[in-house]
Every structure is written in structure tokens, then in C-alpha cells.
């Protein structure tokens, strides 16, 4: 095997390269010719390839994130102990706790294969949080298919669940959350958006940089393989339809057994006190953990590639340097230190090697076979990029969009129509009992968790004795994002916000996971920076900020991109999780109250999907003030006990929630319309900022004492009884067996079982 | 009293198992796969979890390891051993058990909240709950059904060994709804739901799983 | 270098859920006249160096009782060329 | 009655997971001078009447889209007497 050495480059300048097929841009191949002072060896031009590929440098999207890093470095509750930039943000929550959570996509890896491409994604996500120095607790997913009864749905569905399932039922972490969304836009794109939480005591904060010269640079973890070589580049970057199956690279295989070992291993070496930095290997492999280590550090890095532990000898320097085998970490240990850190490695059985050393070279030099086939300022790969103002422009189908509002859709009016309504909207693909996916899925591991599906938020336990717990909830809608990517991505924050709000928990922090199709398309990239915009001015106004998030582009088939998705997470802090509140309905007596105003709006609505598959007009209107008054109220009133149950209203409107809350624990509901609402609005409509609570009869005056004092919409609409069944007052009454059937039938008659 | 709970690697209910173990009021000793000592303990529980990321079968290669030679010892002389989940899957493999666990007859990982009946009341795991008594527990497991040949299903009915039937489904396939066997002497049981998930109201369905921690207590306390 | 194949099976009368999903899938895609599946595994060993008796004699034991469970499962190994 | 039998094996870049557990347990048990072991699935397939050539190109079919996946997995078909 010949190999293009430094020396080799500078003596060929003029030797063609395939800078092209890598993904890169004639004036980034040139940018790399002017860095280097010559042309980049071909272990270079992989390694700034991938690092430079939209997955890895975010060129496209950075000029907009920024937005984000302007925003308050401030939560409700303490200061961000990390933020954008590092692995994942760190949240200080008080008692000496600090969490991390961030979520990230593993779309196209799970539509190529599904079941390695999702159990890859959520391992993942889980090192970046433990190379934050935290212990993983729990994990959610937020999934996005074709059609349910599109034949490649049942292909990629069954399989991402298995995926997701598999690998973090094996790792030991409960799934706390997540969604499951149906829309022809995601046939061919599905999208695998993983999130991991992850704990750890203040003291224990870990960053990826590799500092202090003689350090000793360690590779720790699986063996490396030709796992999806190029995978960053091309999978990740570049759309189906122009790379063809050829391009498509080896997938990658997790072990979440290893990964499993990698943990309880990582965490002991913390322990120790023997990791002066770390950093996981992810997408880009070495070329990321190194380039971004040494960059990140004060000085340079000397490797030896020869010292990586191969699973196939026959791998090309470059091919080791663009692997993406997983299960694998990167550590900067002090000399001393080495010693202890292998003791605890073989402890775990899990193989650890020094492959190189910090120094105060000022570059990253990788060495392969005694000859030197890197020699870069590290920086220049990892973190300085190139950078594009990508054009973007409203798109001009917009306006009809917007004019083809959803009020002129015939709509139920007789009892008996809008009980057949109801039926078929708790019946469809995005309003139906989850829990064929969510029975997958391991809910109790480790014993601290406090609500989970089918709950609006998973909330956790973190401390046994003072009950100090986190809830998440990771919601989008891309129908309003359609309609409206600015209120779009405000609407999926409230919406997260509103679900953690319902527990009792204070919302304190946001990640997110932006999916859009392709930012060469001025159209996707002004919804991408609507969206941004939207999400940065909501945060800002609910005082939570954005510790970090993911970006994935070119989710498009052909030119038709897939709605515009905008993942977004809102971590929220209870006090004390005995405090949670649930979401079912359980006391008979108990009486029901609607929190929030209701009005006419059906733009975007599921009802206007699931019955006239009409997508139109303007979503609802966004409320951020009402947002954060209701999530005031819900706290104050888990606090004080004043509710028993809290229920948020999203899609579906109130039916979709009343339905949930009764089915929850199988007791029964009387509801009652409210004056000068109409029935159908009342039931199906999609406002914002509403939930719906249960208040024990004896605390009702204080209940609606406190939304009197803060002016909040509150209404009676029922009462809890032990009927079961559902009855709207002089509309209809539907016995449980029915509406279970309805609610639970469809996922199982779909896909089997 | 101490309870041993083993940690293998893969073993991923361990630090639940022992907090069970201490809510109801034991010690919690933690074991580890690699030692071939007990350290004194009174009891053991081999955890849930995928050992060995349950390659292979569950339970085979956690079979053999060092921990395993004292234990299978110990439970031949009476020591009460509960193995839950993985670990009844391994109590099988080392043959103090049995029949076998095998694949999900639906093929897919199911984690629900399972209503069982105790069947026998009688074991060292068992004593504090009423035959026949209904209890619900988290089940959660891919590789739960229980098999054995009908002559030994057949013996395990008259023995009276069945400790714990599935009621309203059977999550898994599990030939006669069997969710937990003991061995001839009572003391070691296996159960494939997880009671050391019920054992607070704040974390489980409920705090039914609480009775197989209360009951061993009970009986080292007697005997 | 020698490779020992192992092949194990359940047993007859061992329920196989994969199989019979496997036979399901194939009369669905319009596959007829199968009258069963059955789903094992198959474990290649390779070894270094030959297959003497005795080596194979031990893969055999570690067959009998690692790579198959004889509660449930048969297994047949061969010796490939 | 045919059975034709159907072995699927991981691609010899894809990381084996089983394999490596399963060769890394026959370690610790002593037997040694294993170099490496992968893990598959066998299928074995019973046929009501004859494997004639078309059933034959039919299962094969199967195999590649049903029984394994080719980005990740080979197969190799065989008819047994
Ligand atoms: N892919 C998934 N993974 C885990 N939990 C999920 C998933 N999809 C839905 N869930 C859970 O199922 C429940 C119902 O989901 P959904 O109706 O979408 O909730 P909401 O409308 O409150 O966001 C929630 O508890 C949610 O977290
Ligand atoms: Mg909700």
C-alpha cells in the first residue's frame, strides 16, 4: 500500500485529488491548498472532509445559531455551567446537582437501516453526555414516518423502534418520551431525533480539550473498523437521489453491550480523577475527537496511528481516520495518571491504548508507518470551517398556503357528528394509543423514574433524599411550521414547555433538533432561519435558554423536502418529584376545569388533516405570556396540591385530552360545553396555552382563587365520575370499550400484534 | 441480614435490586461477576439486565462466570437465591433451575405492568404474600418465555413449584403462564417480572414487588 | 487455519416464534407450498492452526454446553475444509 | 418433502457483536487457539413436493429480501437432499 505522506504531497503538487467525490467545494479545496501552504495529503483531504461536511461544521446553519449564543446564559433556576458549543449544554439545578441533555438525528443511517441506523443514533447521543462527565439517565426519541399504511412504513417503522429499543433497553436507561408522527413528507426521510439526559455533581464537569504538553492521548473502547466510512460526508450531507446506491457507505453496527461497559467504565475512570479531558467518537471519528481535542486544548497532538486497535488490518490511514466505528472514547491523561487509567480499563474489559501525546507544537500531527500523513493547525479543521450565507427567500407558494385557510372545510355540528369525529380523530395515525411503540421500550430501569409515557413529560429522580427531580418533553408539529416556521417553532417550544409545565415542573432549559430539507434551496433556508428566529425570540421570552441542539439538512427526496421540522426539548426542575403531577384522571368527584381561552383555530389542525387532508391558512396564535402565566399556575398548584390531575392541550384539542385523561385509569367524565363556545370548536380547536386540570372539590375556591388573582382563563367544563364513559352534555356518550378500541387498535392493526 | 446482589457486566437492574433489598430494611451487598466469594452474605439476587449483552442466549456466558461456582454451591445447601429477569435466566443455565427462557412468541421487547397470581407461598422469596394472592409488577424482557418439557411442566404442577402465574395476558408465551419456578427445597426462585421495580409508589405501579424482599428477611430472621 | 461450523437448533417441540414469522412473511409475499421454517443460528469458528480430534473435541464440549442450551436446543458441527 | 437451507452471515467488515461476546467467553473458558468466531442465522426450510429450479429461484429471492439484509448480511443457499 503506497501512502501519500506529507513529504510525498509537497513534492506532487499538481497530483488530481477527489475532492469533489468527498463532498467538498472547488473553493474549499482550494481554502485547504492556502492553509497547508500545499495540497493536503489524502489522509488530510479526508479528515477536512468530513469535518468540513455540513453534519460536522454546520456551514449553512451557523450564521443563524448565533442567535441562539445571544441569548441570556441564564436559567429560572442557575447558571449554564456549559453551553453551545461543548458536547452537550450543562444545566446547574441546585443541591451541587448539574444536568446535560441535548438530542441529536440519526435520519438517513435509519431509513438506509433501520435498526442499526436508530440503536447507533441513540448510542450516539449517549456518549456526548458522558463526555460531559455525566451519568446517562434516561433517553427519548422523537420519531417521523411516511404514511402508516405506506408499505416502506412498515419496513423502517418496526425497525427503528426495535433499534432505539434494543440499544437503550441494553444500556440500561429508561425512554422517558418521545413522539411518533405519520406524514407523506417523511416517506423516504424519516427522521430518528435521540435525546439523553445525563447527571453528574458540579464538581464533576468534563471538557473535551486536550491541554497540558506530555499528556497522554488514549483511545479507549471498541476497535476501529471500516464502519461507514464517508458516512458523515455523504450520508449525512448529500440527498439520495444524487449520490445513488453506490455512494452509499457500510452501515455501522452498535454493540450496546460495549457501550454499556464504555459507561460504568468512563464513569469509575471520572471517579479516579484520571481524565484530564475526553471527548467521544461520533460521527467523523478520529479525525473529529482529535482535531476537535487538540483545537480546543492550548497546544498541538502527536498520533500514532499505528497504535489504533484495528478490527480489519487492512484499513488505509485515512479509512482509520474517517471511521465511524462506535462505542469508542478519547481521553487526555496525565502521565502519572496512565497507570490507573488502563488498571480500570481491563477492570471493564474494555481495551485501551495511548496513541499519542499532547505538545506545544501549535498542530496536530498524525503519523502512520513512520512517516508523517497529517501536519495541519487543528483549529482549521475542527472549528474554523468554512462558513456560508446561504440565500434565502420566502418562498412564493407561501401566500396561497396561508390563504387557504381551513374555514371553509364543512364541519360536524349534530351530536351524533361529532361523536363519530372524535372516534376517528383518537383513531388516527397521530392521535392513537402510542403504546405499541412505547411497550418496546424499557420505562423503569434504574428506579427513578417518576412518570413516563403516557405521560405529557418523563419526569426522573435525581436525588433520593430531597426528591430533587428534571422533566423532559420533546415535542414539533411541521404542519404549523409549514404554515409558518417562525410560529412554527414557537409553537413546538410552548408546546414542550406547556407538556414539563403540566408536571409542576419549572421549565428551565431548551435543546432542539432542527430537520429541514436542503439549505441550497432558498425556500428551506429561509424556513430554517424563520425557524431560528422564531425559536430564539420564544426562549428569550420565556427565559430559558438554548444549551444546544443538532442540525440536519438535506432531508429532501427529489425537490420535495420534508416539512419543516424543528425538534424542539425543554427540560424542566421539580423540587420535589412527589410533587409531580400525573395526567390521568383517577378520583371520581374531582372536578374538571379547561385553563386558557379557546378560539376558532383550525389552520394545521389534525382534524383538518385527519378529516379533509387540508394543510392551510395560519396556525394558532402563539402566546408565549399565557405560556409561562399557565406553567406558573400549574407550579404553584403541584406545590400546594391543589390539582390532581394536569393534561396539556395540543393536537386534537380538548376531545384528544379529555380522552387521554379518562382512559388513563378507566374511571368516566361528565363534561358540559361552555357558554357561547360551539361545541366543535370547543372539542377540536387547537389553541395554545390551555391545559386541562382536575381540582379536588374542597380546593376549588383556592384553585380558582389563585387563576382569579393572576387573571387566568379558567373554566368548569366537568365533573369525574366512575361511569365509564365519556359524556358531552346534550351532545353524546361513548362507553370506554368503544373509545379504547378506537384509541388503541390502530398502531396494532397496522403493524401486527 | 445482607442480601447479595450480583453485578455482571450487562447487569442493569443491580442498583434497583439493592435498593429494594434496603427499602425493605435488609443490608445490600454488592457482588461482583469477577470474585469467586460470597463475602458472608445471607442471600443473594442475581439482577435483571442483558449480561453479556445477552448474546448468545441470555444467561449462557454469565453461566460461567467466577461468582457463579460459590453460588450454585451455596444454593445446593439452602441459600435462599432469587434470580430475576436475566437472572432467572441464568439460574436456568446453571441448571439450579428448570426449563428455559426463550424469545418472545410476539418477537418484540415488551416492558408493561403485569398482573400475576402467587401461586406458592411457601418459598423463601414468597412467604410474606397469600396463595393466590393478585399482585402487579413491571414485567419487561425480549427473551421471557418460559419452556420446558411437559414432563417437567407436569412435575413442576404436582410439586407445587410454579410460584407465580401471568393473569389477564400472557406477555410472552410462557408455556402454562408461568412467570417464576422454584427448585425442589423452595429456596431458589426464579421470576421473570421485576418486583424490585415495586417497591415505592413514586416509581413503580405500585409497591407489590415489595413482599419477595419482606419475605426473605422473614425467613433468614426464622431460620 | 481450520473452520469448525456449529449449527444449533431448538428443538421440535420448542415453540419458534421466528420461524413461524418467517413462514407468515413468505406465504404473504405469495410464497406457497412451504410447509415450515425453523430459525437457528450458526456460529463459524475459525481456529488457528488445524482441527486435530482434540481440539475439535473441545469445540464439541463448548458446544454442548457454551454455544447451545440442551434443555431446548440441538446443535451439529462439521469440520469445513 | 425438501428442505432447503438458508445460512446468513453478517459482511466481513460488519462489526459482530455476538461473535465477539461468544469468542471472547471461550476465552475465559480455556478453550484457546480460537481465532475468531461470527455469528449467524441458519434457516431450514421445508418444502411440501420437490425443489424444483423455479421454487428454488423463488427462496432465493426470498433470502435476499426477506431473510437477510444486503447492506449489512450474505446468504448462501443450499438444497439438502
Ligand atoms: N417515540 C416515542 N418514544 C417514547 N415515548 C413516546 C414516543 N412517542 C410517544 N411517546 C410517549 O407517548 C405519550 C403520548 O405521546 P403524544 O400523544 O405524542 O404526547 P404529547 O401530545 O403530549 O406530546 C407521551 O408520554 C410520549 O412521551
Ligand atoms: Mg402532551
Redesign the pocket.
Known sequence: MTVDTVETATKTPEQSQPWAELGLKADEYERIRDILGRRPTSSELAMYSVMWSEHCSYKSSKVHLRRFGELQQETPVGKLLAGIGENAGVIDVGHGYAVTFKAESHNHPSYVEPYQGAATGVGGIVRDILAMGARPIGV????RFGPLDAPDTARVLPGV?AG?GGYGNCLGLP??????VFDSTYSGNPLVNALCVGVMRHEDLHLAKASGAGNKVILYGARTGGDGIGGVSVLASETFESSGPAKRPSVQVGDPFMEKLLIECTLELFAAGVVAGIQDLGGAGLSCATSELASAGDGGMHVELDRVPLRDSTLAPEEILMSESQERMMAVVEPADVERFMEICAKWDVQADVIGEVNESGRLTIEWRGETVVDVPPRTVAHEGPVYQRPYERPGWLDELQAAASSSLPRPSSGDELRSTLLRMVASPN?CS?AW??DQ?DRYVLGNTVL?????A?VLRLDDDSGLGIAL?V?ANGRYAKLDPYAGAQLALA?AYR?VAVTGAKPVAVTDCLNFGSPEDPGVMWQFAEAVRGLADGCQKLGTPVTGGNVSLYNQTGDTAILPTPVVGVLGVLDDVARRIPSGFRTPGHIIYLLGDTADEFGGSEWAHVVHSHLGGLPPAVDLDAERELAEILHSASRDGLVSAAH?V??GGVAQALV?SVLRHGVGARVWVPDGLDPFVFLFSESTARAVVAVPHPEEVRFTGMCEARRFPHTRIGVIDDEGTLEVQGQFSIGFDELRRAHEQTLPSALGE | MTIGVVTFPGSLDDGDAARAVRVAGGDAVRLWHGDADLRGVDAVVLPGGFSYGDYLRCGAIARFAPIMEPLIRAAHGGMPVLGICNGFQVLCEAHLLPGALVRNDHRKFVCRDQRLRIENASTAWTSSYQKDQEIVIPLKNGEGGYVADEATLDRLETDGRVVARYLDVNPNGSYRDIAGVTNERGNVVGLMPHPEHAVEELTGPGTDGLGFFASVLESLVAA | MARVVVDVMLKPEILDPQGKAVHGALDRLGFDGVASVRQGKRFEIELDGTATPERVAEIERAASTLLSNPVIEDFALRVEP
Do not use: C, H, K
Open positions: 427519548m426519541d422523537s420519531l423502534v432505539v425512554n422517558i418520551g418521545g413522539e411518533v392521535l402510542r411503540v412505547t421500550y413516563a409515557q403516557p405521560e405529557d418523563g418533553s415535542d408546546e407538556n396539556d395540543s393536537d387521554e
